[in-house]
């Protein structure tokens, strides 16, 4: 059997976010496992398990993501493998769901490492992505969370998604 | 901050994905740790493979995936490696961190500074998983 681990981030995380996140992280190593058996890849599997977390509002990731100070997602995602230690990972990428297929888009369809903004979106764009709106990706969490930030004063922020979460 | 990393049953071919939406009310343009080789995550199928999660910008000051993959190479046990170098960077730069290892030879670690992280892994046939220190459930895949 594959070994396979998954996390669904750090921090302060209230404890009525508790069972959502197990139901979250349950479900995606099912589902890396599923995809493990139909094509043997543990990369695929592991891609699997993180975009079912992107699509997963309860997560801080893909759609879900918390805002920064514009009310705006600006996603990141690393993706590496330890063969030949390839990698590939973007940061500044809006309105994709699975910012983790892009980053191994750039591992194996670009001689680079680190795509970054309006680049990496329009890289997506390339490799055939298509676009969610900011209303898929904003979650009503989300919104509150900033809201709860400005007025807390902006302090600095020890609690998990949407609810000023720690990336 | 979610992340997923892995080995195969044949040869022992490892993987780490992290993916994130970043920190509430961050500036416009700020990168964490996520995309950074040695912060967010690393892997290298002779010592082993990590994702971590936490606070970024703390992350990156003390290269907390490479520490970890140190503390592999130097022998610790895949738990040992990422609760020490989790512990390391809250001492000396602040913040909180959580990490999950798989080491070369396939053993699970599952480390954090911060007060829970959900985590879960998969071996033979059965889910382990948490999301407080010292808690453990598990459940059949």
Request: hydrophobic share 35%; glycine share 14%; proline share 3%.
């Amino acid at each position: 059997e594959p070994v396979i681990v998954v996390h669904g981030g750090a921090g302060n995380i209230p404890d009525n976010r508790d069972q959502p996140k197990f139901d979250g992280i349950l479900t995606a190593i099912r589902k890396a496992h599923a995809i493990y058996k139909q094509t043997s890849s543990i990369m695929d599997a592991c891609q699997a398990a993180v975009e079912y977390m992107e699509d997963e509002p309860a997560f801080n990731a893909g759609r879900g993501s918390v805002l920064n100070l514009k009310g705006e997602i600006e996603m990141e995602a690393l993706i590496m493998e330890g063969k030949d230690m390839k990698a590939g990972s973007v940061t500044g990428v809006r309105n994709i769901a699975h910012p983790i297929a892009l980053a191994r888009k750039v591992m194996e369809n670009t001689p680079h490492v680190f795509l970054m903004g309006a680049s990496a979106n329009e890289f997506a764009q390339k490799m055939g992505f298509e676009t969610v709106s900011d209303d898929y990706l904003i979650t009503s969490d989300a919104r509150t969370g900033l809201d709860n930030f400005f007025k807390s004063g902006s302090e600095p922020i020890t609690t998990e998604i949407g609810h000023g979460g720690v990336g | 901050t979610v992340g997923a990393i892995g080995m195969d049953r044949n040869g022992g071919h490892m993987v780490s994905c992290t993916s994130t939406g970043g920190i509430t009310g961050k500036m416009a343009g700020r990168v964490g740790d996520t995309p950074v080789l040695g912060a967010g995550g690393y892997c290298d199928n002779n010592v082993g493979t990590i994702s971590t999660t936490g606070h970024g910008d703390s992350i990156m000051r003390y290269c907390l995936a490479q520490r970890i993959m140190q503390n592999l190479e130097n022998g610790e046990t895949p738990d040992v490696a990422a609760q020490k170098a989790c512990d390391g960077m809250s001492a000396r730069v602040g913040g909180s961190a959580g990490a999950i290892v798989i080491s070369k030879s396939g053993e699970v670690g599952i480390g954090f500074s911060s007060p829970k992280m959900a985590w879960a892994y998969l071996k033979n046939g059965i889910i382990y998983y948490g999301i407080r220190k010292g808690e453990q459930f598990s459940v059949k895949l």
